[in-house]
């Protein structure tokens, strides 16, 4: 599980965040090696959101994919949270961004850590990261106009 700055349950599907322009957010050039994706449920840990995206691999700097998808996100009115609660292991660097009900995280991704090398198919990747929207708080509050 990944934390996120919003922890309260959602109200989402992941029908609604499918639904969403930003999951169809793809930076030129990048490969897309794995969807991920599940329904909200509840677990050991309490409710978990649904989420929905991709791990993609890139030839491009780590800058180059933030300014791609800050550009992308801000077009379609979402605005960069200023913190980030937690990251897991294998990534360097973790970005989120909020509308109303919604974050989309963004995660560079260790190459070397992260997966076994036959998961990028034969490339040697410049970046590897995961771009993902999450269902949040039902209250519509972005988590940092809590």
């Known amino acids: 599980m990944i934390a996120t700055l919003a922890c309260a349950p959602s109200a989402l599907e992941l029908s609604d965040l499918v639904a969403d322009p930003a999951s169809r957010i793809r ?14 449920h509840n677990s050991i840990d309490g409710p978990q959101p649904p989420f929905e995206g991709y791990i993609f691999g890139t030839l491009s700097s780590r ?8 550009g992308e996100l801000a077009r379609l009115g979402w605005k960069r949270e200023p913190r980030v609660l937690g990251m ?8 989120e961004y ?13 190459k070397a850590r992260a997966f076994q090398p036959d998961f990028y198919r034969g490339r040697d990747y410049a970046t590897v990261f995961d771009a993902r929207l999450i269902g949040v708080d039902p209250t519509g509050k972005c988590p940092s106009e809590g």
């Not at 909020?98 to 260790?110: G, T």
């Open 88 to 95: 897991s292991t294998v990534e360097l660097e973790v970005r």
């Open 98 to 110: 909020c509308k109303p009900r919604l974050v989309f995280r963004l995660a560079i991704k260790d």
């Open 27 to 40: 930076m030129p050039g990048a490969d897309d090696l794995a969807h991920v994706a599940d329904e909200r």
């Open 63 to 70: 800058d180059a994919v933030y300014k791609f998808y800050e």
